[in-house]
């Protein structure tokens, strides 16, 4: 564990000792990358909207009053230096001064309230009322699902002659089969991969919940993935199932998403429709299907079956009414 010292420094070594217990707790860095932006854009209100350097100072109100300012800021229009003006484009972003959701305030107020609890809990402050700022209440967004003809339509519209259009149909299908995440797709190698058993394991350096897990494929996924691999590696020596073509390395997620986007807009699709909803429509599909919830919570690898029924909450009124006619009592009556 790593050495927390107790002196009077600035909050930005707060922050960097939270990052490092961060480290050795062995969290994603994806969770570790959003603690530290949404830190450091707090430090630097804190500096300059306050005038405070002392993280004794900080208190309920004034995370309140930091929401409610970014708030009425909008995306994008407050950041932490020149560099991350590069690194979020925006001087060419259409969405710059969007109103902000009240799930991504949340998510900052979170990761807030994280900070706080591990300087009260290692006695860096003496007290610890910003774990009383109350969330947002928000309106659960129904999330938008790919019809069978839009799915077709969105994987008849990739030109499999070409490599990287080729890699991100067998990505497309196989995400929709499994219902694996997109980091965990992209980092798989061949030693992962049982094509016989029509199994895939997936490490614990890979997964969101840090365990070791399984997911199965189907028969028809088994002759799709097989014919990739045999002509990847026709073409390229690399233990990598899905690499880049130019560069021979681990397709990025956000080069994926990128091209996802094309595909969408080639397919005429206009839905708000993203890669995770290839992993929602699988696990819609299984529990309409007649699959169960328990059984799919470990397929998913969610920390527990509560966090999957919140997921599946918005079934449509159109899914229901399709499963209601397989059990109505009349219609199935001898």
């Not at 000792?17 to 209100?45: G, P, R, V």
């Not at 710059?96 to 006695?123: Q, W």
Request: aromatic share 12%.
């Amino acid at each position: 564990m790593p050495k927390i010292i107790k002196k009077n420094k600035d909050i930005v070594y707060y922050i960097q000792n939270f990052i490092d217990f961060c480290k050795y707790k062995e969290l994603s860095t994806k969770t570790i990358k959003s603690y530290y932006q949404t830190l450091t854009l707090f430090a630097k209100y804190l500096e300059e909207e306050k005038e405070i350097l002392d993280i004794q100072k900080v208190n309920k109100e004034i995370v309140e009053e930091y929401i409610e300012f970014t708030k009425s800021r909008g995306k994008y229009s407050y950041v932490a230096d020149e560099k991350s003006i590069e690194t979020t484009y925006q001087n060419n972003r259409r969405d710059l001064g969007d109103e902000i959701s009240a799930a991504t305030l949340n998510n900052y107020l979170r990761n807030i309230k994280v900070f706080f609890n591990f300087l009260y809990d290692n006695d860096f402050i003496k007290y610890n009322d910003v774990k009383k700022v109350k969330h947002i209440k928000t309106k659960r967004v129904i999330k938008e699902q790919l019809t069978d003809d839009e799915y077709k339509k969105l994987v008849k519209s990739l030109d499999i002659t070409n490599f990287h259009e080729y890699r991100d149909y067998v990505i497309i299908q196989l995400i929709f089969d499994t219902g694996m995440r997109l980091g965990e797709c992209l980092s798989l190698e061949i030693e992962n991969i049982d094509l016989i058993n029509k199994t895939i394991f997936l490490s614990a350096e890979v997964t969101k919940g840090k365990k070791d897990r399984y997911v199965f494929f189907s028969q028809k996924m088994k002759e799709l993935l097989g014919r990739w691999i045999r002509y990847k590696d026709a073409i390229q020596e690399n233990d990598l199932i899905f690499p880049t073509q130019r560069t021979n390395r681990m397709l990025t997620a956000s080069n994926f998403e990128r091209n996802f986007r094309i595909y969408l807009k080639r397919a005429r699709i206009k839905k708000k429709i993203t890669p995770h909803t290839l992993r929602n429509n699988f696990g819609r599909r299984f529990l309409l299907n007649g699959g169960d919830i328990f059984m799919l919570s470990k397929i998913l690898g969610h920390s527990s079956v509560t966090v999957t029924e919140k997921a599946y909450l918005d079934l449509t009124t159109e899914d229901i009414r399709r499963k209601y006619r397989k059990y109505s009592p009349l219609e199935n009556m001898n």
